[in-house]
């Protein structure tokens, strides 16, 4: 990072912008792909500097001070260097020894079922290896990082959601089935990069959601749905207005079949009385296998 916008956007992440120059980089983050995937792109190599003990000085202070003072920001920290240290781990490791030539058993000799027994004991650790090797190597092989995360945080949290259920920790706070509540949204900025969690009955017929406005500025407002993993846009809402009570809020009812697992995000876009329209917000969520 050594040209002047790299220098601007890791200030920007570190919170020592200018503030003319952060808040057009907060609209820039919304509004425009090229500018948001740049961001990402300084985000990812300012946490491996960091975790590799590259940052020294005001740098060091302010990413320990500033950056990490938000949780999903901590957690996006830990994540990496979990996967560096995996990846190490990995890459270190001795060679396999050589096979030891197979000795037939003695005649007459009844196996003890000792062995048998530890190695079931064994195959929990066995398949968490074969599953960090398999995710190390994608990510060397194919340079995908942003699409092994999305992954990985959908794994997660199908093993959050098995690990509830072994503990006898769902049922009673759950919404009713075909009429689940609204999840509420907030749009995604720099100053908040925290993903929501769509929980869908398998039964519900559709899913609402509230995408809370900043400000009520035009009359109507249209929400486009698109998968992020291929940048498709699978669904599109009438054009509505916004709620009158506070806070406002564009509200939509997207059919259940539309949501797969995977990871999703809604662009508000608003329209003049005029007719002319433009971006107004982008809203992120995650919707977690059950």
Not at 24 to 44: I, K, M, P, W
Not at 247 to 267: C, D, E, H, I, N
Request: proline share 9%.
């Amino acid at each position: 990072m050594t040209d002047h916008r790299d220098r601007e956007l890791v200030s920007y992440l570190l919170g020592t912008l200018p503030q003319d120059r952060a808040d057009a980089f907060d609209e820039l983050s919304v509004t425009d792909d090229a500018f948001a995937a740049q961001l990402r792109v300084a985000e990812d190599e300012l946490i491996d500097a960091y975790i590799g003990g590259e940052l020294t000085g005001e740098t060091l202070a302010q990413f320990e001070t500033a950056y990490l003072s938000s949780p999903r920001r901590r957690e996006r920290v830990t994540f990496a260097r979990e996967l560096r240290r995996a990846a190490s781990s990995k890459r270190d490791a001795p060679p396999p020894a050589m096979p030891e030539p197979i000795v037939p058993p003695p005649p007459l000799v009844t196996p003890s079922a000792r062995p048998v027994a530890a190695m079931r004991a064994l195959v929990p650790a066995l398949l968490a290896i074969v599953c960090i090797a398999l995710v190390v190597d994608r990510v060397r092989m194919q340079g995908e990082l942003d699409r092994v995360r999305s992954e990985i945080t959908e794994l997660a949290s199908q093993f959050a959601d098995l690990l509830r259920l072994h503990n006898g920790m769902t049922g009673s706070n759950s919404p009713a089935p075909g009429s689940p509540a609204p999840l509420a949204l907030r749009p995604s900025s720099a100053a908040n990069l925290d993903i929501a969690r769509l929980d869908l009955d398998p039964a519900a017929v559709d899913s609402a959601f509230d995408l809370l406005l900043a400000s009520n500025q035009f009359p109507a407002y249209q929400a486009e749905l698109t998968d992020v993993l291929t940048s498709e846009r699978i669904w599109q809402s009438d054009w509505i207005a916004a709620t009158t009570a506070a806070p406002a809020a564009v509200v939509v009812r997207v059919p259940a079949r539309m949501l797969k697992p995977g990871f999703y995000s809604f662009v508000l876009v608003g329209r003049e009385a005029s007719g002319a329209s433009e971006p107004v917000a982008i809203y992120k969520f995650v919707r977690s296998a059950r």
